[in-house]
């Protein structure tokens, strides 16, 4: 048979993402340190936070309460928390084992290898989502509509997409020992500073005039917004969260160039 003869083909898109993305999912669940940690964090920040204090009211002559306030926090923080410290870790790890090498010796492409990672990162964080809402309406009492259940779960997840961005970055800047400490030391105090764990006005002078720039409190502004808190305009957080996503994505873009160019040039 001549070499003109011979046809190379490309196996569908699809099927590939597909197989891959639950293959991902499998090795995220098998790591109980991640994916319980992921699914019952928030949950236990609830507990431990939002529950003595659901019923009360969100700040004098407010009709959102602390429970509905501290529900949407902790949705964000979940889902954020997965992406971040998800990608950094698991991606710097990976690098650590050469499993990065592995996979490019395969004729997997590179896109679907990383779109199957965010989906089935996504997954869990929607698990997330779902244990802390149900857990927030059995034993908080927290009442919401059917919509704003609906629009805080959609918003959280649209909002996580910068931060599969930022998790990506890191996982390629930091090495596998470095890699909790730096995801940590960036995410935690964010989430602090961005209102998540106690409203913003309870916060230092100085934090309050930094917030306003983090991504994590835009997002904040976003959830908070579907279960009732009045914001004054939510357009301008959509903005910032559209440049967050374009911003953290081409770090990881070239922190991935860069490490590839270190090992293959």
């Not at 490019?104 to 896109?111: E, F, H």
């Not at 959609?154 to 890191?170: E, H, N, Q, T, Y």
């Not at 020992?177 to 935690?188: D, E, F, K």
């Amino acid at each position: 048979m001549s070499a003109a003869a011979v046809r190379m083909t490309t196996a569908p898109v699809l099927p590939m993402l597909v197989k891959q993305t639950y293959a991902e999912f499998l090795k995220l669940l098998r790591v109980p340190a991640f994916s319980v940690t992921s699914i019952v964090l928030p949950s236990m920040f609830y507990a431990f936070i939002g529950l003595g204090q659901a019923q009360e009211p969100l700040y004098r002559g407010a009709s959102v309460t602390f429970g509905q306030y501290f529900l949407a926090s902790m949705a964000l923080y979940g889902v954020a928390n997965v992406m971040v410290l998800g990608f950094g870790i698991s991606l710097a790890n990976e690098r650590g084992q050469k499993q990065d090498l592995l996979m490019k010796s395969t004729p997997l492409p590179a896109a679907v290898y990383f779109t199957a990672k965010a989906l089935s990162a996504l997954a869990i964080a929607l698990i997330s989502i779902v244990a802390l809402s149900v857990f927030a309406s059995i034993a908080g009492h927290v009442q919401l509509t059917g919509g704003q259940w609906l629009t805080l779960m959609v918003r959280a997840m649209v909002c996580s997409i910068p931060f599969i961005g930022l998790g990506f970055a890191l996982g390629y800047l930091a090495g596998p020992n470095s890699a909790p400490a730096v995801t940590n030391l960036i995410y935690l105090p964010t989430a602090f500073a961005s209102g998540l764990f106690f409203p913003l006005s309870l916060l230092p002078h100085f934090l309050q005039q930094i917030a306003p720039y983090l991504p994590l409190y835009r997002a904040a502004h976003l959830v908070w917004n579907s279960v009732g808190v009045p914001e004054d305009d939510i357009t301008a957080d959509w903005l910032y969260m559209g440049a967050y996503t374009v911003a953290f994505f081409l770090l990881a873009l070239w922190a991935y160039r860069r490490d590839q160019g270190k090992k293959f040039n």
